[in-house]
């Protein structure tokens, strides 16, 4: 079935730039998200990428695709703390219906 | 961007009671609706569709008895946890969509704690 993995935590320094990775395994996505929640509140879509695409810059975010591998990963440039999130990457994908299936969600942690 | 609200944003309740939550969009007409459920430290697992006018489309192992879905309006969306226990107690989030193939847009989310 479809499946999203991404590593759970990830802590870097103010000013850095943090790298959040994600797996996905349908070959048929048509769309992959990034998505931002912070603590007690819902999802904030933070940008996307089309499945025919490798790359997609907007500001500070940086995001790649590689099909081949099935690896999306999401690159925030000059790390804030108001970054400190979690973050989740979900693939829109046709199974029967159009669904958008999540990962469990990458924990950003920025120390000032 | 579509902003779509919750209500309540959360709510205490007696097991065995039931508690309603809404899903508004505000300002765009929903033709989908999707309701969430969120563990602590968990990613959202999807529990049912709902199309304006239609019955929801439950996802597999969520029992439709206890979790009511109306989408009576192209803005509303309400899911009622019956007879409520505290292993329902989560964090409810619903999205809104223009129609199926279109972005959702996500709701601040309902925290539900069942005593």
């Known amino acids: 079935g479809e499946d999203v993995e991404q590593s759970l935590f990830l802590s870097v320094r103010e000013g850095d730039s943090s790298v959040i990775n994600c797996t996905y395994t349908?070959?048929?996505?048509?769309?992959l998200y990034w998505y931002k929640q912070e603590p007690g509140a819902g999802l904030q879509l933070l940008t996307y990428i089309f499945s025919n695409m490798d790359m997609k810059q907007d500001q500070r975010l940086t995001v790649l695709l590689n099909k081949k591998d099935k690896h999306l990963s999401l690159r925030i440039a000059d790390t804030q703390t108001g970054d400190s999130a979690i973050y989740f990457c979900a693939e829109r994908a046709w199974t029967g219906g159009f669904k958008t299936i999540f990962g469990a969600g990458t924990r950003l942690f920025v120390k000032a | 961007g579509a902003v779509v609200s919750q209500h309540p944003s959360w709510v205490i309740c007696k097991s065995g009671t039931s508690v309603k939550i809404e899903c508004r969009s505000l300002?765009?007409?929903?033709?989908?609706m999707f309701w969430y459920r969120q563990f602590p430290k968990q990613s959202l697992m999807l529990m049912a569709t709902?199309?304006?006018?239609?019955?929801?489309?439950?996802e597999q192992g969520v029992e439709k008895d206890k979790f009511l879905i109306n989408h009576a309006s192209l803005t509303l969306s309400t899911l009622t946890v019956t007879s409520a226990h505290p292993e329902d107690s989560s964090f409810y989030i619903c999205s809104a969509s223009q129609d199926l193939d279109n972005e959702q847009f996500f709701g601040p989310g309902t925290r539900l704690t069942v005593l």
């Open positions: 349908d070959s048929s996505s048509t769309y």
């Open positions: 709902s199309n304006e006018g239609s019955k929801a489309t439950y």
């Open positions: 300002d765009f007409q929903a033709t989908t």
